[in-house]
C-alpha cells in the first residue's frame, strides 16, 4: 500500500478562491500549479505594498499568520448553507481566531480579499459548477457563505442532478455541486466465478466515459472547476474490491493498477472536457490537499487538529 500524505489543515482549499477571483478581474495567471511551493511564517504582517503585474505566479508564496483586523473571516455560524458538523464556529472547534489569521501571500504580486459583491456584479447572469469530490463540496460550502454577505436573499437551489447549490437573486448567479468522486463512470459489479479469489465484486471503472452526474449539464454552466484525487487509494478500492479499467467497453490488458488507472482517467477526462464543453465556458482543474486527519481517516473517527500549516519539509511531494 502507497504511503499517505501526512495530515494537514484543508487550507489548501482557500486557493480555489484565487481562481474565481482572477477569472472576474481578468488577471488569471498563465503559470503552472505544478510548480507551485509553498512555505509558511509566524510572523504577525504589517500593510505593504507590492506591484501588481499582468503575469504573476500566485502559486508561489508564504502562509502569512495575520492578525489583523482584516483577517476576520467575511461570514459566521449562522451561514445557512452550512451543514451542522462542518461548522467549526457553531461547534466551537478550538483556536478558530488563530486558524483564519493565517492568509496567502504571494511571493511577487499582491492578492486582495475576495470582495463578494464585486464578484457577484462581475459573475451576474452566469452559473459556476463544481464537479468532482468532497474536497470541491467543502469549498463550495465556504463560497456560498462568502457570497452570501453581498445577497442576504440568497437561497439553496441546485440544478437538476446537483448534490447542493445556491442561487443569488439579486445578481441572478446559480453555483452548484455534482458529485462525481472518480470524474469517470464507475458501477459496482458482484463477484463472479472469474474472478480472483477473496474478491467480493469489482468496481468497474469507464475510462472513456464520463459520469453521468456531469457529463449531462455541462452546457449549463460558464465556469466549471473540476477536481478529483482522494477517493484514488487503497483505503477506497482495497483488492477485496478493486477497481477494474475498462476502454471501449472492454477490460484494459494488462489490467491497470490504481495509478496507472488513475493517470488514463484523467487524461481521458481533460480529453473529453477540451473536446465535447465549448471553449467559451471557462475551465479549471483544483490543487490537491494534503491529507489532514489524525487518529483515522474521516470516517475512521479521525480529527484534525493542526492549528496552522505544514512547513514545506513536512509535505511528501
Known amino acids: 500500500m502507497p504511503p499517505k500524505l501526512p495530515p494537514a489543515l484543508p487550507f489548501l ?7 474565481f477571483y482572477l477569472y472576474s ?44 483586523k482584516s483577517a476576520k473571516p467575511l461570514y ?12 467549526c464556529l457553531r461547534n466551537h472547534r478550538e483556536n478558530m481566531g488563530l486558524i483564519n489569521s493565517w492568509r496567502w501571500v504571494p511571493k511577487d504580486c499582491e492578492l486582495p480579499k475576495i470582495d463578494p459583491e464585486r464578484f457577484l456584479e462581475l459573475m451576474r447572469n452566469r452559473n459556476i459548477g463544481l464537479v468532482g469530490d468532497s474536497l470541491n463540496e467543502n469549498f463550495l460550502v465556504s463560497f456560498l457563505c462568502i457570497l452570501r454577505v453581498a445577497d442576504g436573499s440568497a437561497k439553496k437551489w441546485k440544478r437538476k442532478g446537483a448534490w447542493r447549490g445556491a442561487y443569488f437573486p439579486k445578481f441572478n448567479v446559480t453555483v452548484s455541486y455534482h458529485r462525481a468522486v472518480l470524474l469517470a463512470k464507475y458501477e459496482w459489479q458482484p463477484k463472479q466465478p472469474t ?27 460558464d465556469v466549471l ?46 480529453s473529453y472536457i477540451e473536446r465535447e464543453i465549448p471553449h467559451k465556458t471557462l475551465k479549471f ?29 513536512e509535505v511528501i511531494h
Open 25 to 68: 478581474t481578468s488577471l488569471l495567471p498563465h503559470s503552472s500549479p505544478s510548480s507551485a511551493t509553498t512555505t509558511t511564517t509566524t510572523t504577525t504582517t504589517t500593510t505593504t505594498t507590492k506591484t501588481r503585474t499582468t503575469s504573476c505566479n500566485f502559486f508561489k508564496g508564504n502562509w502569512i499568520l495575520d492578525r489583523t
Open 285 to 313: 482543474w483544483r490543487l490537491q490537499s494534503p491529507r489532514h486527519f489524525y487518529g483515522g481517516d474521516w470516517n475512521q473517527n479521525g480529527s484534525c487538529l493542526l492549528n496552522e500549516p505544514l512547513k514545506e519539509h
Open 76 to 87: 459566521d455560524e449562522s451561514c445557512p448553507f452550512h451543514r451542522n458538523a462542518w461548522n
Open 195 to 221: 474472478m480472483n479469489d477473496g474478491q467480493k465484486g469489482i468496481y468497474r471503472v469507464d475510462v472513456d466515459i464520463p459520469a453521468e452526474d456531469w457529463a449531462t449539464i455541462t452546457d449549463y454552466y
Open 13 to 19: 482549499i482557500l486557493l480555489s478562491f484565487l481562481f
Open 225 to 270: 472547476i473540476f477536481n478529483t484525487g482522494h477517493w484514488w487509494g487503497y483505503d477506497k478500492f482495497p483488492k477485496e474490491t478493486p477497481l477494474v479499467f475498462y476502454r471501449a467497453g472492454q477490460p484494459i490488458l494488462p489490467p491497470l493498477g490504481l495509478f496507472d488507472g488513475f493517470k488514463v482517467v484523467l487524461e481521458s477526462m481533460v
